[in-house]
């Protein structure tokens, strides 16, 4: 059975990045909007150090987080407009596998350019260099947390205009926000950050199971 | 002999509206059910329906399991073809093929193996690039991925040339002899040896 799972995980990863990577925008899309929204703070403000770096947690995160939900809308759209998705569910492996693979790859395209773009950020803000390991830390958690936001709003919108499932996850995406500058907020100021990286793992543990079974959920809906 | 799928009394009502009420059948290996209706006469619904994609008002689908006993669930995979086939534009003949859930396990040759038997040569064509009726022909070849007890088609016959047609038909008697069985629906009847219900 395992076995069987891991086979269809694969299969779906295998796919999807494939098309992914030959539509190249899904993935250089919200890598440039992440880049062009950083990096016109330090041109809208001037070049003051101080300034930067107070700033700099709320402006990475909200460029995280409104990038990241540039391709929430794609996660299932295609899938669905073309029967795809149908076959998904008619077949005897479990649902939950192909959320989680879909919300993997949502992930991939975004959540993992996005952090390597975050170092630039990170420099172009003026950030100390001691500050990059939480950053990262907290992207890796709250990125992923997103995507799977993100694949309950899409599951939610599936059909209708993109921007609904923007406004559904938005409002979900708060504590992330939260926390995710809380982290590097405490880490500027040298403070302990390991209390707000284990919040955001905590809402990711819980968020896997609970967030794809909602998905699951949310897409069969669609269908009646 | 006992049938693979029993439907017993099913209906189905959208927005207060009938779409089809106590509608019985049975599927028996080798056997195939030709759904006929107008559009929208619900063709699609019942397909969805018995398959679980959309609860049906009253009645009951069962499906025969191994021990051969009468479950509400089912324990083997069906094929499902609706009238969206499933094709990815960005993907080549083959990986349309060879990244689909069905082909699972399978080796390559198995793969080349189902597109000589529907006629496709160009495996690293990408889909994009193809006629309507090749990439007919791709979900076709699907059919062939595995042995599927029942294969559930939406309107298998609907804009395809005679040729396409022929090998439809040929592939849908090959599959019969091997115990397969097929729940298609329709405009009107096809020439495929079937079992008609009008909805």
């Known amino acids: 059975m395992s076995n069987s799972i891991f086979g269809w995980l694969t299969i779906i990863l295998r796919r999807d990045l494939l098309i992914a990577f030959r539509r190249s925008a899904t993935y250089i899309t919200p890598l440039i909007f992440f880049l062009i929204v950083v990096t016109f703070f330090p041109l809208a403000l001037g070049p003051q150090e101080s300034l930067l770096s107070s700033l700099a947690p709320g402006v990475i995160w909200i460029a995280t987080l409104l990038a990241s939900l540039l391709a929430v809308e794609s996660i299932f759209s ?14 005897l492996e479990p649902s939950f596998v192909l959320v989680f693979a879909k919300v993997l790859i949502h992930w991939l395209i975004t959540g993992l350019p996005i952090m390597a773009a975050s170092i630039i950020a990170a420099i172009v803000l003026y950030l100390p260099f001691d500050s990059f390991l939480p950053i990262l830390l907290s992207l890796i958690l709250g990125t ?27 409002p979900f995406s708060i504590p992330t926000l939260l926390m995710g500058t809380s982290v590097i907020t405490s880490s500027i100021n040298s403070q302990d950050y390991f209390g ?17 079974l909602l998905t699951v959920e949310a897409l069969l809906l669609n269908y009646d | 002999m006992l049938p693979n799928l029993k439907v017993e009394n099913l209906s189905c009502v959208r927005s207060e509206k009938a779409i089809f009420e106590n509608l019985n059948f049975d599927v028996f290996p080798g056997q195939n059910i030709e759904i006929i209706g107008s559009n929208g006469s619900g063709k699609t ?51 349309n093929l060879n990244l689909t859930h069905n082909a699972k396990g399978l080796k390559k040759e198995k793969i080349y193996k189902c597109l000589e038997r529907v006629g496709l040569s160009n495996i690293n064509d990408l889909a994009s690039s193809l006629s309507v009726g090749q990439r007919k022909r791709i979900s076709i070849a699907r059919w062939l991925l595995k042995d ?24 849908i008697i090959e599959l019969n002899t091997e115990g397969c069985s097929f729940v298609m629906t329709g405009h009107r009847p096809s020439q495929v040896n079937a079992s008609r219900i009008e909805i």
């Open chain 1, 144 to 170: 992923s947390f997103m995507s799977l936001l993100g694949a309950l709003g899409a599951a939610l919108s599936l059909g209708k205009s993109a921007i609904l499932s923007a406004i559904i996850v938005l």
């Open chain 1, 78 to 91: 295609e899938d669905f407009r073309d029967g795809t998705l149908d076959n998904f569910f008619i077949s």
């Open chain 2, 45 to 95: 619904t019942l397909l969805r329906a018995i398959l679980g994609l959309i609860r049906p008002e009253n009645g009951t689908i069962r499906w025969l399991d191994d021990d051969n006993n009468f479950n509400e669930y089912r324990t083997y995979d069906c094929f499902y073809q609706g009238h969206q086939l499933g094709i990815k534009n960005l993907l080549t003949v083959f990986e």
């Open chain 2, 148 to 171: 599927f007890k029942i294969y559930f088609i939406d309107e298998p016959f609907s804009a395809l040339d005679d040729e396409a047609t022929n090998l439809i038909e040929r592939l």
């Open chain 1, 196 to 212: 707000f990286l284990m919040i955001m793992g905590a809402m990711l543990a819980i968020g896997i199971p609970l967030l794809c």
